[in-house]
């Protein structure tokens, strides 16, 4: 008799805290997706702005307002593996003219950003896989603006304009 | 009084944030209801009916050929496209009309699929725009809900001569 009312307390209190863990989850998941996360980056492809293993806070509310511009750090679903992430800088948006060709050809082509899309190059031009290689990004991939850098200490604050302003048309 | 109403009315708002995250949570993860309009899926789908979408799927990449997708429209990022996957990635996908002569391929690349309608004569799908990337895609649909004398599962795709 003492052990069935032990046991039913015990269920009772493993449901009340499953429920809570819920709840909240719940709600963290809505603040994660409506006011923004936090990003740890990897790779070399936005150096000097951003060096492998810095920390950057990505707010979600330029991108659901759709306020995203040209010269935004922006963190995006890779067009080719959904489940990664890839951290590039805008540098047109729909109908922008882009030059698709190096800064170190002698023939410049250009090509214009299709409606939807956006054009992301990484800020190390000479390491980086983006739109140059794999072509415009629909808007609708991008999951926020990078607005702060957290970490390292050294280096927090807002980020850097592009180094490269010359591609920016 | 003032400072019971003004009690009151934080406990409501903090309420109401509390089950708006949990509901949408839910339609995150679990399925939402959506209204289709347009032509694109007939006889499958017609103009407003209501089906409902499963994101289990989507979420655990069990997308197939032959599914039924909701995705984010390449073209404009607040509208969704209700389409059939064709093809995904690496598989091979007829580029040309059923009445060409000379039929064209290609392949779709990895991390994308390729949508058509349908109904292909009216159906602005892969066939025009070319494969969109998997991560465009919200969900699977996977029961019709409205009209009543329409409630159920799907019809499989009537051009089944177009799954390679």
Redesign the interface.
Known sequence: MKTGRMFRGFFVKTISFVGYT??Y???A??AF?YIGEFVSCSGPSMEPTITNHDVVFSERVSRHL?RIQKGDIVIA???????MNICKRVIGLEGDKVCTSGPSDVFKTHTYV????VWLEGDNLRNSTDSRSYGP?????IRGRVCLKLWPPHNFGVLAESPNDGRIL
Do not use: M, N, T, W
Not at 77 to 83: I, V, Y
Not at 114 to 117: I, L, M
């Open positions: 819920v709840q989850g719940c709600i998941h809505c997706e759709c679903k890779s067009p080719f593996d959904p489940k299709p409606r939807g899309h990004v629909p808007y609708a991939l």
